[in-house]
């Protein structure tokens, strides 16, 4: 058995250092490309600026007031309606899930709202929330309600029905057999929809404040490409990115799989 595992070692290590290896060579060859673009005059000045200048704008960035007074709302906006978002999306999610009448009756019309651009049903949202934050938590609640209650209905439906079986006969009730068996099981479920619901939310955001707003990350770039600073517009965009990456490391990290893997 030692040997078999010193021989399945070797391969393991060599595919995980290739896997990096090709990570590393495409960054790589996606910044060369971004480069000989930049450098080549095919494209208006500035379009595709270097990688130079767009790091000097980054770091211009990250030192001005401005910056963080924006990203402030920008991050309020994000938490408040991926909370929102999730909360209501478990709950939903739940119901069609152990409801099976309910999820045969209502869970089609999800599938068929969920690929549907959220930012169509701005103006609706700025009608009932007007064009304060409110609209944008609404937008970004929105686009992250769908992914969490679905992946959540598909979970519920995949629970062991042995768990199941067990629960009945401790006579457990609804609410016992939710907090004990179903939540328990829908752990990857829910860090799946948590992981695709911040994406959108800040999607959802960010096109809201694009659209309409004084204030926020979206309100920066639309700034920075009305006057044609597109270093700046790049660095918020990467800054955007960055957020995005954080929150999906935050969460592999907090939310564990029950065998103890990310």
């Given amino acids: 058995m030692d040997q078999a595992q010193v021989m399945s070692a070797p391969p393991r290590a060599g ?16 910044w060369a490309l971004w480069e000989a673009v930049a450098a080549s005059g095919l494209l208006f000045r500035d379009v595709i600026p270097s990688s130079v200048k ?18 402030e709302l920008t991050l ?53 929330f007007g064009v304060g934050p409110g609209s944008k938590i609404a937008i970004g ?15 519920v439906r995949e629970v ?33 929809g948590l992981k695709l619901g911040l994406g959108v939310a800040i999607i959802g955001c960010l096109l809201a404040e694009i659209k309409m707003s004084n204030r926020g990350l979206g309100f920066l770039v639309m700034q920075y490409y009305a006057q ?14 960055a957020i995005a990456a954080l929150g999906n490391a935050l969460i592999a990290h907090f939310i564990r799989l029950p065998s103890g893997r990310r």
């Fill in 15 to 30: 595919r995980f250092a290739g896997a990096t290896f090709a990570r590393v060579a495409t960054l790589l060859g996606l």
């Fill in 54 to 71: 767009v790091g000097e704008a980054l770091a211009t960035l990250l030192l001005s007031a401005d910056f963080y007074h924006n990203l």
């Fill in 76 to 128: 309020a906006e994000v938490i408040v309606s991926l909370v929102l978002g999730v909360s209501t999306g478990i709950a939903v999610g739940l119901a069609l899930g152990v409801a099976r009448f309910a999820g045969k009756a209502f869970e089609p019309y999800l599938h068929y709202l969920a690929p549907t651009p959220k930012i169509v049903f701005l103006p609706i949202l700025l009608v009932l």
């Fill in 141 to 155: 609640a929105l686009s992250c309600f769908f992914p969490m209650a679905l992946s959540v209905a598909t979970g």
């Fill in 160 to 192: 062991d029905a042995v768990l199941l079986r067990v629960g009945r006969s401790f006579n457990l009730s609804l609410g016992q057999t939710i907090q004990k068996i179903y939540l328990p099981s829908l752990v990857p479920p829910i860090a799946t």
């Fill in 228 to 241: 044609f600073r597109i270093p700046y517009m790049y660095a918020v965009l990467i800054a955007a990115f």
